[in-house]
């Protein structure tokens, strides 16, 4: 006997299974400019233009510091560069000229008629002035106190002392210049750093136009402060050396002076007629 036969319907297919949601990409940390400008755009702020205008007060401070410490330092630079240049070129005919005048009277007078500013004229004088003085007192107290020697040789020190003093104009500030503008230029560095880690801290990135500005203008005090110390440094031991050489001149100038006056011949000189 024939069965019926029934034709079950065939499953359907499974579905696929879902694929799983992919994970969020993570954003790639890059160094660019916030304007999305690319690095160029953020490098362009740390020029010398960008910094002079975004100075705060504190970097405007250290600026105008060290350009009135460089116009100082320069200023004495050159004045001293003159009156050292002047000095040794006079220096070496006055004093011959000093001591080739055959009348005492006629040196003096040579001398009186030098510049104000000629070192050399004004130790004579003062060596002339003291043995005078002294020959115009004679007999007196003065004399019983201090020999003809012993007064010469005080006035002749007193004038050594001051025109050395002279030659100190200006030293005292180019060593200072010179010790204190990198550290001047220094406080700019900090103050700029500081600046940049408080943009960093203020909006959470720390793309290049974050940074470049403040950190440019730290470089760039950086480098001012070097500028002006550098010369200064220079001038100062050009100078100091100047200095000691013409010093030493006033010296042998004064020792000859105090045998003159004292005896009345120079060292290794036939006694001089008075």
Not at 103 to 111: H, K, T, Y
């Amino acid at each position: 006997m024939l069965q019926d036969q029934t034709t079950t319907p065939a499953a359907p297919a499974a579905a696929p299974a879902a694929a799983p949601a992919a994970a969020p990409a993570a954003p790639a940390t890059t160094l660019t400019s916030g304007t999305g400008e690319g690095p160029g755009a953020g490098l362009s702020q740390m020029g010398f233009e960008n910094m002079i205008g975004h100075m705060d007060i504190v970097n405007w401070s250290v600026f105008i510091l060290l350009i009135l410490m460089s116009l100082g330092s320069w200023y004495f630079t050159i004045v001293n560069v003159i009156k050292n240049s002047v000095i040794k070129s006079r220096a070496d005919r006055v004093v011959s000229t000093f001591w080739e005048t055959q009348n005492p009277a006629d040196a003096i007078r040579f001398m009186e008629e030098q510049p104000k500013g000629e070192p050399f004229s004004k130790i004579a004088l003062d060596a002339a002035q003291a043995a005078a003085h002294h020959q115009k007192h004679d007999g007196s107290r003065l004399v019983e106190a201090l020999n003809r020697s012993e007064f010469i040789d005080r006035a002749l020190r007193q004038a050594v002392t001051r025109e050395s003093a002279r030659l100190e104009s200006g030293m005292t500030f180019l060593a200072t210049v010179g010790s204190t503008a990198p550290f001047v230029g220094l406080l700019g560095t900090v103050w700029g750093i500081y600046r940049a880690l408080i943009k960093i801290g203020a909006t959470g990135q720390a793309s290049i136009d974050a940074v470049a500005g403040p950190v440019g203008e730290a470089l760039i005090m950086t480098a001012i402060g070097l500028g002006v110390a550098i010369p200064a440094v220079i001038a100062y031991n050009a100078f100091n050396r100047m200095n000691r050489n013409t010093n030493a001149k006033f010296d042998t100038f004064a020792h000859d002076l105090h045998d003159f006056f004292a005896t009345g011949a120079r060292v290794g000189d036939a006694p001089a007629k008075r």
